[in-house]
C-alpha cells in the first residue's frame, strides 16, 4: 500500500523574509515616499490591491512593491489596518420616515499584530547590522512613530503573507 506526504503551508514557505512593523498615522502612498527618501529604495502601488478573505468578507490592502534586481530582494509595503465601513439597512418606524445605520469595523492583515498601521516585508534574509541600519533610517522619519522587526515564529496568519 502506498503512503502520501503531507506537507504543512509553514513547511512550503520557509523564513526567507524579514518583517519591520510601522506604527504610524501617515497615508500609505506618504509613507512610500518617506520610505523610497528615506532608505533610497523605489516603492511603486501596486495595480491590484492584495486581497484577503476573513470572517468580515473580503477585505483590500494596499500594496507597494519594489524588486531590487541588484541585491535579488523585493520590498513590499502592505497595509495592516483597514477600516470597513457598512451601511446597514433603512428601518422603516412609520410611513414617512426612515433611517439609515452605518458602522465602522476594523479588518487586520494580521490580526495578531492589532496595533501594527504598516509592514514592511523584504523578501531576503538579512543581516541584523543592515536590519538594524533600516529600522533607524524609518524611526528617524518625523511622522513615524515606532519601527520594529517582528519575529516570523509569532506570526500565526502566515498564508496572508504570500503574494
Not at 541584523?128 to 516570523?152: G, H, P, R
Amino acid at each position: 500500500m502506498a503512503s502520501t506526504l503531507k506537507l504543512t503551508m509553514e513547511e512550503l514557505y520557509e523564513d526567507e523574509y524579514q518583517l519591520i512593523a510601522i506604527h504610524t498615522s501617515l497615508e500609505d502612498y506618504r509613507l512610500a515616499y518617506f520610505l523610497n527618501q528615506s532608505l533610497s529604495i523605489q516603492l511603486k502601488k501596486c495595480e491590484d490591491d492584495l486581497q484577503v478573505k476573513s470572517k468580515k468578507g473580503e477585505s483590500h490592502f494596499s500594496r507597494f512593491e519594489y524588486e531590487d534586481d541588484d541585491l535579488c530582494n523585493s520590498w513590499n509595503l502592505i497595509e495592516n489596518k483597514i477600516n470597513i465601513t457598512n451601511t446597514g439597512s433603512e428601518i422603516t418606524t412609520d410611513l414617512f420616515s426612515s433611517n439609515s445605520s452605518s458602522f465602522t469595523t476594523n479588518d487586520f492583515l494580521l490580526p495578531e499584530f492589532k496595533n501594527v498601521d504598516f509592514l514592511l516585508k523584504i523578501e531576503q534574509e538579512i543581516d541584523c547590522d543592515l536590519l538594524s541600519s533600516y529600522i533607524s533610517k524609518m524611526n528617524a522619519i518625523e511622522k513615524i512613530t515606532m519601527v520594529y522587526a517582528i519575529d516570523n515564529q509569532k506570526i500565526k496568519t502566515k498564508n496572508n503573507l504570500i503574494f
